[in-house]
């Protein structure tokens, strides 16, 4: 499905609402392309994929760089050769848009830096928390900005993995706590990727977190390890960012008494235990709609939460069918969530949910009953003056195979 939506053509799709680039570009950006996948479009027998693997140029090998370049296909090696110019300081220079655009923000964290473009950053005081992020920095420059009045472009400076030891003592003895406690959390050596997964979770909640995915570049899973046995809960609440974290790592992060590490592991690991699972959703409102697809989320034993605060709560216990007893006063709960919630369950008699059909506010739920029986579940489809399906193979309308 991947090869076959990656490698359509406008021309394909002229009828459809959305033009086969535009799906492209919403497939990139939505998280649903498994790094796997990525990295098989390098060696793809499809050209298609195989130019927009050049798109990942800042993370791959020089060898895996020039067997793009050498493409046999014209339009994978030009497409390479585009893309080569990231790592070119010149062209990067010719590139760079004026301030305040968008795009300059992002060629000065990633791409190649010139010593001219470097210096007029440093003279304008300018675009200086971008230069202490980028890997191509110059190591000069990299030591003046450690000195800068601002702690967030110290802090940058702190974080990247190319720091000699001496640097990384001074950093380790900034004004600034932030400064400081990123300087000290990772000694040397380090790698690029170890910085990247840090930066996911340095500084944030579970609720700005929430599930990273994978990395194309990840450190480890030794490295993740180490983590979670670390006494910094910094630490801790990246090693429960690894989802291939082993189990005795999982156990011990799902007893962490830093709630931050239990949600994280909640938001991203397959192992969590569903006790953390239901924390997480009681305790991260803005992750409820992932954890509500995730099948370690308990859906039973839920009485307890039936009187909860948060009507999202409520809805996910009013829908508990093992309950002791019906979910009848949520019928009339003020929210409609919960009340929909309720109407569904099928612990409710017979009688009512068919009740319930004829009150508005209710109908849907009761109409998702699983109660119901199908004489009945027929009825509503015809109330709702649905067109008949033909049976298989013919063109003459019936209800046989609704």
Same mark, same amino acid.
């Given at each position: 499905?991947l090869? &076959?939506? !990656?490698?359509?053509?406008?021309? $394909?799709?002229?009828?459809?609402? !959305? +033009?086969?680039?535009?799906?492209?570009?919403?497939?990139?950006?939505?998280?649903?392309?498994?790094?796997?996948?990525?990295?098989?479009?390098? *060696?793809?027998?499809?050209p298609?994929?195989?130019a927009?693997? +050049?798109?990942?140029?800042?993370?791959? &090998?020089?060898?895996?760089?020039? &067997?793009?370049?050498? $493409?046999?296909?014209?339009?994978?090696?030009?497409?390479a050769?585009? *893309?080569?110019?990231?790592?070119?300081p010149?062209?990067?220079?010719?590139?760079?848009?004026?301030?305040?655009?968008?795009?300059?923000?992002?060629?000065? @964290?990633?791409?190649?830096?010139?010593?001219?473009?470097?210096?007029?950053?440093?003279? *304008?005081?300018?675009?200086?928390w971008?230069?202490?992020?980028?890997?191509?920095?110059?190591?000069?420059?990299?030591?003046?900005?450690?000195?800068?009045?601002?702690?967030?472009?110290?802090?940058?400076?702190?974080?990247?993995? $190319?720091?000699?030891?001496?640097?990384?003592?001074?950093?380790?003895? #900034?004004?600034?706590? &932030?400064?400081? +406690?990123?300087?000290?959390?990772?000694?040397?050596?380090?790698?690029?990727?170890?910085?990247?997964?840090?930066?996911?979770?340095?500084?944030?909640?579970?609720?700005?977190?929430?599930?990273?995915?994978?990395?194309?570049?990840?450190?480890?899973?030794?490295?993740?390890?180490?983590?979670?046995?670390? *006494?910094?809960?910094?630490?801790?609440?990246?090693?429960?960012?690894?989802?291939?974290?082993? %189990?005795?790592?999982?156990?011990?992060?799902?007893?962490d008494?830093?709630?931050?590490?239990?949600?994280?592991?909640?938001?991203?690991?397959? =192992?969590?235990?569903?006790?953390?699972?239901?924390?997480?959703? +009681?305790? @991260?409102?803005r992750?409820?709609?992932?954890?509500?697809?995730?099948p370690? =989320?308990? /859906?039973? %034993?839920?009485?307890?939460?039936?009187?909860?605060?948060?009507?999202?709560?409520?809805?996910?216990?009013?829908a508990?069918?093992?309950?002791?007893?019906?979910?009848?006063?949520?019928?009339?709960?003020?929210?409609?969530? @919960?009340?929909?919630?309720?109407?569904?369950?099928?612990?409710?008699?017979?009688?009512?949910?068919?009740?319930?059909? #004829?009150?508005?506010?209710?109908?849907?739920?009761?109409?998702?009953?699983?109660?119901?029986? @199908?004489?009945?579940?027929?009825?509503?489809?015809? /109330?709702?003056?649905?067109?008949?399906?033909?049976?298989?193979?013919?063109?003459?309308?019936?209800?046989?195979?609704?």
């Amino acid at each position: 499905m991947l090869e &076959t939506l !990656l490698t359509a053509h406008n021309d $394909d799709w002229s009828e459809q609402r !959305l +033009t086969a680039d535009e799906i492209k570009e919403e497939l990139a950006s939505s998280g649903q392309i498994p790094q796997s996948f990525r990295r098989g479009m390098l *060696q793809h027998p499809n050209p298609d994929l195989r130019a927009q693997a +050049t798109s990942l140029w800042l993370w791959l &090998t020089p060898e895996q760089r020039e &067997t793009l370049l050498a $493409d046999p296909d014209p339009a994978v090696s030009e497409t390479a050769r585009e *893309q080569s110019r990231i790592l070119d300081p010149a062209a990067m220079e010719a590139d760079l848009p004026e301030p305040d655009c968008h795009h300059r923000a992002l060629l000065l @964290v990633n791409y190649a830096v010139s010593r001219a473009v470097a210096e007029r950053c440093l003279m *304008q005081g300018r675009d200086l928390w971008a230069l202490a992020s980028n890997h191509h920095t110059p190591a000069d420059v990299v030591a003046r900005l450690a000195h800068d009045p601002d702690p967030e472009v110290r802090e940058r400076v702190a974080a990247r993995a $190319d720091l000699d030891s001496a640097l990384l003592a001074v950093l380790s003895e #900034d004004p600034d706590e &932030t400064v400081r +406690t990123r300087a000290r959390l990772q000694p040397l050596p380090r790698t690029w990727p170890q910085r990247a997964a840090l930066d996911r979770a340095f500084g944030h909640t579970a609720e700005c977190v929430g599930p990273v995915g994978e990395m194309f570049l990840a450190p480890g899973t030794s490295w993740y390890e180490a983590c979670a046995a670390s *006494q910094e809960p910094r630490l801790r609440r990246v090693a429960a960012t690894c989802a291939w974290l082993p %189990g005795e790592s999982v156990r011990r992060l799902a007893a962490d008494p830093d709630p931050d590490v239990r949600h994280l592991l909640a938001l991203n690991h397959p =192992l969590a235990p569903p006790a953390i699972v239901l924390d997480a959703f +009681t305790a @991260v409102p803005r992750h409820r709609p992932y954890l509500l697809t995730l099948p370690r =989320l308990p /859906r039973t %034993g839920l009485g307890h939460l039936l009187d909860h605060a948060d009507a999202e709560v409520r809805a996910l216990a009013a829908a508990d069918r093992t309950l002791a007893e019906p979910p009848l006063r949520l019928l009339s709960d003020p929210d409609p969530g @919960v009340r929909r919630a309720a109407a569904a369950n099928p612990l409710l008699p017979l009688g009512l949910i068919s009740s319930l059909l #004829d009150r508005p506010e209710l109908a849907e739920g009761a109409a998702a009953n699983p109660s119901l029986p @199908v004489a009945r579940l027929h009825e509503l489809l015809d /109330r709702g003056g649905l067109p008949a399906a033909a049976p298989h193979g013919k063109a003459a309308p019936g209800r046989a195979r609704r």
